[in-house]
T-cell receptor, first 114, second 118 residues
Framework: DVKVTQSSRYLVKRTGEKVFLECVQDMDHENMFWYRQDPGLGLRLIYFSYDVKMKEKGDIPEGYSVSREKKERFSLILESASTNQTSMYLC?????????????FGPGTRLTVL | AQKITQTQPGMFVQEKEAVTLDCTYDTSDPSYGLFWYKQPSSGEMIFLIYQGSYDQQNATEGRYSLNFQKARKSANLVISASQLGDSAMYFCAMRPLGIYNQGGKLIFGQGTELSVKP
């Protein structure tokens, strides 16, 4: 059974802290993604990676960075957390080849920045 | 600009009835894929159905079907015989299939919250 896991379901941090959100997939997928989900805005892409050490900015990369040192792990980093980064964060992965391949999502991390 | 629009923030349906969730899209790419995902209150995103822009027939997966009207740029999800477990947020998404989207990223709509009444 395919699986994407995220390190925390709920996280509370203080303004200015450095925050790490971890995502691990066990499907040997090449592509991995980080989204944030806000009411009324749907999911917006922050960053994605199409291979180890390869990354590309999504639609809202400001205030975030990512790391992909191993194929199965994709980390999202908030360099200095701010209250407007309070959101639900979803990680996803997909197999690179194949037009129909859907993205598989993790359970999400609900981050609150105080 | 590439965009997905879901104009129904919330909908109600009676159990066992059919319901249509609207989705329109905007893209200049000739090739694209359209996806629907379900997100229950637990938060995980569940893939439901896929339609390719060149597919000749509308996609179906069990009680889910996609009413694809290419000229109108719409890809509505039809759920037949609604069940209480269908209560969830539903997202329409598009994946442009051009060379500038090698990573396979998706563009999501705002979502529609469906409530099924007993």
């Amino acid at each position: 059974d395919v699986k994407v896991t995220q390190s925390s379901r709920y996280l509370v941090k203080r303004t200015g802290e450095k925050v790490f959100l971890e995502c691990v997939q066990d499907m040997d997928h090449e592509n991995m993604f980080w989204y944030r989900q806000d009411p009324g805005l749907g999911l917006r892409l922050i960053y994605f990676s199409y291979d180890v050490k390869m990354k590309e900015k999504g639609d809202i990369p400001e205030g975030y960075s990512v790391s992909r040192e191993k194929k199965e792990r994709f980390s999202l980093i908030l360099e200095s957390a701010s209250t407007n980064q309070t959101s639900m964060y979803l990680c996803a992965s997909r197999e690179a080849t194949g037009l129909r391949n859907e993205q598989f999502f993790g359970p999400g991390t609900r981050l609150t920045v105080l | 600009a590439q965009k997905i629009t879901q104009t129904q923030p919330g909908m109600f349906v009676q159990e066992k009835e059919a319901v249509t969730l609207d989705c329109t899209y905007d893209t200049s790419d000739p090739s694209y894929g359209l996806f629907w995902y379900k997100q229950p209150s637990s938060g995980e995103m569940i893939f439901l159905i896929y339609q390719g822009s060149y597919d000749q027939q509308n996609a179906t997966e069990g009680r889910y079907s996609l009413n694809f009207q290419k000229a109108r740029k719409s890809a509505n999800l039809v759920i037949s015989a609604s069940q209480l477990g269908d209560s969830a947020m539903y997202f329409c998404a598009m994946r442009p299939l051009g060379i500038y989207n090698q990573g396979g990223k998706l563009i999501f709509g705002q979502g529609t919250e469906l409530s099924v009444k007993p």
